[in-house]
């Protein structure tokens, strides 16, 4: 059964790095080892949700057993 | 009794009762081991996260940042999040199609025809999850015998007997669920507590700022390190932490339980949220710690925080969650370490033909031996922070001998027995001569044994399953991986 989790977990990721970027990062004086390990860090999730949706859109999941 | 100990012994007794509650519903051994493939996302990321943070997070970690900086050590949760993901999207739903109840199941089903592959997989489960309790019991030790005052024998007793109450009780249902539980407590608790530090900087963002410009190297990419050694400690960590994703019983095992693929999926992009929200907040605000004193252990930093700095009312739960960390991880390698001994010993060697009633109880008497082997063990160490991240890296070097016979059994049609029993005997050895090496200074100090392990255990599967032939039950295995399952 498809959902609105692939969506809806993109847009938390997508916040929360930005947020983090905020956070972690605008505070510091020399900001570049910082930011890259943000988006080591929070980027996963951006990247993992969009790769979750895409496979619910082409019916990727669609061989999943549901046990009762 | 203070209000620390009110609130963690609470916490203990609630873990007890949701174990002993679980009790209710494991009636069988597919109940106690794979909690009846029947547990939703949400659970799956509680209890992978509760899993993955343990004492080593709050003490060690913790201990280290405030030392060395933060960034060589918040690198490795990068890995953990994406080795997650690639896990739960792409390896995960055929390791569930296997229908396991262990790790060395895989090994025997995948690798059939040769004794060698159990018992050196169920070997490696037994061995790498007590030296990794082990490691994590001690540092639930800081907690009970600095603040409470008990002595190191009785504080062991106490978080043993209740990791094995629950466990032996309620399965991996009663792990899963307190593990949830545990997870909440702990976030929750850093997520109160690290106010307190950017308060006693000066406020945020100014604070931080100040912070930056008195520690330079907090917030470099080498941290305190050279820049020789800081790049191995991101090529270690990271690559440890790979290992752990992919091929560590307590986190694999959960592609056993998820109540379908897509739940397992779910549950990897839930993690791949909330964890860096943690491991974020807790590590990077630590590091400036130096900038407000400097004459605390390290490995006390996090406890000194809750019992000085913040109220005790959110002190109290900070401890709790220290405690919560460190049970949790113990509770799944519980579970995995007794599943071993039930299931992959006594079920396949000891009594094959034993019934449902009687492997149930074996199942729980595991659990008990596993504790007693557990208690004498970790009666024999002294805590340092050190000895904590060398217990997990030590765990890990163990996995990534068996680590590539996992993927590539997985992906590689061509895969054999033959290579995996070369693979993972010389992976291990040689991880384990790396990781003595290093202790006794025979090998370099800077090779990480795990990338040691990983290498030569990949290099012989491809030499040994090139020249070698596979037999048509490897085959028949390999494609019922990848046939979905008939619903």
Known sequence: ?????????????????????????????????????????????????????????????DQTKNLP | ??????????????????????????????????????????????????????????????????????????????????????????????????????????????????????????????????????????????VLCDIFGLSQMMSQFIILSVVTIFTMAGGMKGVVITDTIMFAIFFIAAMLVVPYIIQALGGWPEGVARAAEKLPYAMEWNGAFSKSKGFWQHLEVNLASVVLAFASPQLLSRAFIAKSEKAFGQAMILQAILFPIFIFTLLYFFSWFPAVKTDIAPTSAFTWVAMTVAPPVIGSIAIAGIAAAALSSASSMFQQAAAALSRDIYERYINPSADERRKLFISRLSVLLIAIACFIAGSMQKITALGLVYGFLFASAGWAAWAPSLLLGIFWKRATTKAAVWSMSTGFISALTFILGRTWGFTPAWVPPNLVGVTVATAVFFLVAVSDRTTERELEVYNLMRAPDPD
């Open chain 1, 1 to 61: 059964m498809k959902n609105a989790f692939g969506k809806m977990s993109f847009l938390c990721s997508v916040l929360l790095f930005v947020l983090a970027m905020i956070v972690f990062v605008s505070p510091l004086p020399h900001k570049t080892d910082m930011a890259l390990m943000v988006v080591w860090v929070f980027a996963p999730a951006v990247v993992g949700s969009i790769v979750y949706n895409r496979m619910e859109k082409k019916d990727r999941w």
């Open chain 2, 1 to 142: 009794m203070n209000l620390f100990g009110i609130v963690t012994i609470g916490s203990l007794v609630l873990y007890l009762l949701v174990g002993l509650y679980c009790a209710k519903s494991t009636n069988n051994t597919e109940d106690f081991y794979v909690m009846g493939r029947s547990c939703p996302a949400y659970l799956i990321t509680g209890t992978l996260i509760a899993t993955n943070i343990g004492s080593v997070t709050f003490i060690g970690y913790v201990g280290s940042v405030y030392t060395n900086g933060s960034l060589p050590y918040i690198t490795m949760f990068g890995a953990t999040v994406t080795s997650s993901l690639i896990l739960g999207l792409f390896v995960g739903r055929y390791i569930r199609r296997m229908h396991l109840f262990t790790v060395p199941d895989f090994f025997t089903m995948r690798y059939p025809g040769n004794e060698a592959v159990k018992v050196f997989s169920t070997a490696i489960v037994l061995f790498t999850m007590l030296i990794y309790l082990v490691a994590v019991c001690q540092g639930v030790n800081v």
